[in-house]
């Protein structure tokens, strides 16, 4: 089991309470910045983020600056004994820029060159935007490096999009020689080129996917989709070049996002590789909480997911740097939290690794197309409503969970999410066209774990798989020979590994195995996947398993038994009485293949025997039921424990241990109730050794 030393990894050793700080649209109205300073103590804040859209405040005409308004922003926050993040301002620029230097202008991928206007939309190649994001980058650094209040760099702002310009163009060729080593023929042959005719004979044929051009060879696609991860990566490195120069002792962060409604991993960038260029991982979460297409509990588990794979990009705490005191302006329906929710989500948060609730936006703009999203402060500026008294509460709160800060969660349990094979399987034309859904697939093996409060780290093929006792890869549609070789080392080592249906299919050039399964894969789970069916939402069929029946629906795979057990046996159709669950011992360990895509009460049973003969229940001193969830942080010394009730009931909990409440010092014993949407937060010694 790691350990976990405390990490104050945003610099500071206060939870952090604030958000996104927009006084460059209010510099006309002193007595409005005035009023800021002063509600911003009301609202228990200490961080904020600054500067992200403000180049046009700062440089009006190309070379003409005014900085005297952040200095003056600067000095009213470190009065109040604020920080500040302060934003480089890539994410959105000048229409001088633009119109002088058009090149940094995104061309679409139907090749139409774009306008200027809205935001995040330039070209990450241009060499001009990053010459000009270093120029501007450089000054902030200069100016702004040596003040007390300055705590991080936010760079940037949600970084996201492609660009298929020419300089794009020839960047990714570029790309491509030095991955296949100048050799167009080894190329031709990762793509599988002669398919269709698609065979290059010069480099400079290559243009990126299009639907107005070329957009079936899927090896295109996904080094198309890797390069727009490195070109990011490449272009943030260009940005913060300066930053590490001038302030070598300043972290750097930029914002992570997550796609919603259906609460899911950004699919746009694979975040495992831009982690590593961030000292902390930070992330913008906007759940459409009281949505009517699922339960509170439904909706907080696919949080809990996406915390548990932030949080494991760097195996340290992260932080929340954007949601919402109450509603969003650009959900289907944007509904305001309810009384109470407000506190939920924000402890939910820390409770799965945050150090910090931050907020977009401190104050609504009055104009514009945010001008009717959440804020501490509306538009009537009073101090007195609902959500500004409900962020005061959750900023009382987080004055109390300074001990928190820099804690971990250490976990037993690894859920391999892999942004390689989610491409490459929305690609693939075969199986079900729209019932893929990798990433809900993956939060439906979450589940189980999520329900009995035994934390997961949710883990990309960057991470070392040895850390954990039980490794569940559901859905690794591609992995690479290498890959295949490290779960083979995981179980030989006394692992205990699951892996599902469409798993094993391709390797890292989408590429299908020949002959088989991998013959690798074969001896560790003992089995030949031979077929995988793909049903209508309307047909049935049923899996037996321990004696019950369980329904499946979109996948089944029917094995060729090769020295596995058979745990579940298809109930219908022409697999019936065939293998559809199997185990094997494989060296020190224990493989699983689950052939069919089983519902909730399947995964409930099923996990519940693995994590009984693995020991993996946490011994809590609060027992709850399903919905309410128990998470812990934790250091050498404490147990920090959140217990949250994402229902809208009052729930019985029972203290079977003292546990001290860290928000009113009294002691929780017994059973008590949990109000509606209410949380307890205790400290209590460590129990145990995991
Ligand atoms: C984020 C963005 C913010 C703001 C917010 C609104 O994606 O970073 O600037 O637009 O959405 O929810």
New binding site residues.
């Given amino acids: 089991m790691r350990n976990y030393d405390k990490k104050y990894v945003s610099g500071s050793k206060s939870m952090l309470h604030g958000g996104?700080y927009n006084p460059d649209q209010w510099l006309d109205r002193p007595d409005v910045l005035a009023d800021d300073v002063k509600y911003m103590q009301l609202a228990h804040t200490n961080a904020f983020s600054i500067g992200?859209?403000s180049w046009s405040s700062l440089e009006s005409e190309e070379g003409v600056y005014h900085f005297e308004w952040l200095d003056d922003i600067f000095e009213n926050i470190h009065q109040i004994g604020g920080k500040i993040l302060l934003a480089t301002p890539s994410?959105a620029r000048p229409a001088w820029l633009s119109q002088e230097y058009p090149e940094v202008l995104r061309v679409n991928a139907e090749r139409q060159k774009q306008l200027h206007g809205g935001?995040h939309n330039h070209c990450f190649t241009s060499k001009v935007y990053r010459e000009k994001t270093q120029q501007i980058n450089r000054m902030l650094a200069e100016r702004y490096g040596k003040h007390p209040a300055l705590l991080m760099w936010h760079v940037s702002?949600?970084y996201g999009g492609e660009c298929h310009c020419d300089q794009c163009q020839s960047a990714f060729r570029n790309w491509l020689k030095e991955k296949y080593n100048n050799d167009l023929q080894s190329l031709n042959n990762a793509w599988w080129t002669p398919f269709w005719s698609h065979t290059y004979s010069d480099w400079s044929q290559i243009e990126s996917p299009s639907q107005i051009g070329e957009k079936e060879v899927h090896g295109l696609n996904l080094d198309w989709r890797r390069f727009v991860t490195d070109q990011t990566i490449s272009f943030y490195k260009d940005e913060i070049a300066p930053l590490r120069e001038v302030t070598p002792d300043v972290p750097v962060t930029t914002?992570f996002?997550a796609d919603t409604d259906d609460l899911i991993p950004f699919q746009g960038l694979d975040y495992s590789k831009f982690a590593k260029y961030v000292d902390v991982v930070t992330w913008?979460a906007?759940p459409a909480w009281h949505n009517d297409w699922e339960t509170t509990a439904d909706l907080a588990m696919k949080v809990g997911f996406i915390d548990d794979l932030y949080r494991s990009l760097k195996q340290q705490p992260f932080l929340l740097l954007?949601s919402?005191p109450s509603q969003?302006?650009?959900h289907k329906v944007n509904k305001a939290k309810r009384p109470g929710m407000h506190l939920l989500s924000a402890m939910q948060m820390v409770a799965h690794g945050s150090d910090s609730i931050m907020y977009?936006?401190w104050r609504k703009s009055r104009g514009s197309s945010?001008k009717f999203?959440g804020a501490v402060v509306d538009h009537d500026n009073s101090t007195g409503n609902r959500v500004f008294q409900e962020v005061a509460k959750v900023g009382e709160t987080l004055e109390k969970l300074n001990s928190v800060v820099g804690t971990n969660r250490p976990a037993d349990v690894a859920i391999l999410y892999d942004w390689d094979s989610n491409w490459a399987l929305n690609d693939a034309q075969g199986f079900g066209m729209e019932t893929k859904h990798y990433p809900q697939t993956l939060q439906q093996h979450y589940r189980t774990f999520w329900e009995k409060n035994i934390p997961v780290d949710v883990i990309t093929k960057e991470n070392d798989f040895m850390n954990y006792k039980l490794l569940i890869v559901p859905m690794l549609y591609l992995v690479s020979e290498e890959t295949i070789a490290r779960l083979k080392t995981f179980v030989a080592n006394g692992g205990t590994l699951i892996m599902t249906y469409i798993s094993g299919i391709v390797n890292e050039n989408d590429l299908t195995y020949l002959g088989g399964w991998h013959s690798d894969l074969q001896e560790v789970f003992g089995i030949n996947p031979i077929e995988t069916d793909t049903l209508y939402p309307k047909d049935k069929n049923h899996v037996s398993y321990q004696n019950e029946s369980y329904e499946l629906k979109d996948y089944a795979t029917i094995l060729d038994m090769k020295g596995a057990k058979t745990e579940g046996m298809y109930l219908e159709d022409f697999y019936a009485n065939t293998s559809a669950v199997t185990s094997h011992s494989y060296k020190n360990g224990k493989a699983y293949y689950i052939g069919a895509r089983l519902d909730k009460a399947f995964h409930e049973s099923f996990y519940s025997t693995l994590i009984e003969e693995l020991d993996l229940e946490e011994d809590l001193p609060v027992k709850s039921g399903k919905s309410v969830s128990v998470q812990v942080r934790r250091d050498n010394k404490n147990d920090y424990i959140f217990i949250m009730n994402f229902t809208e009931k009052p729930q019985t909990v029972n203290f079977e241990k003292k546990v001290k409440d860290m928000i009113t010092g009294e002691q929780l014993k017994g059973e008590m109730q949990l109000e509606k949407y209410g949380v307890k937060i205790g400290i209590s010694p460590r129990q145990s050794t995991k």
């Fill in positions: 996104d992200m859209f994410g935001r702002n949600e914002n996002m913008d906007y954007e919402t969003v302006n650009w977009f936006q945010e999203h």
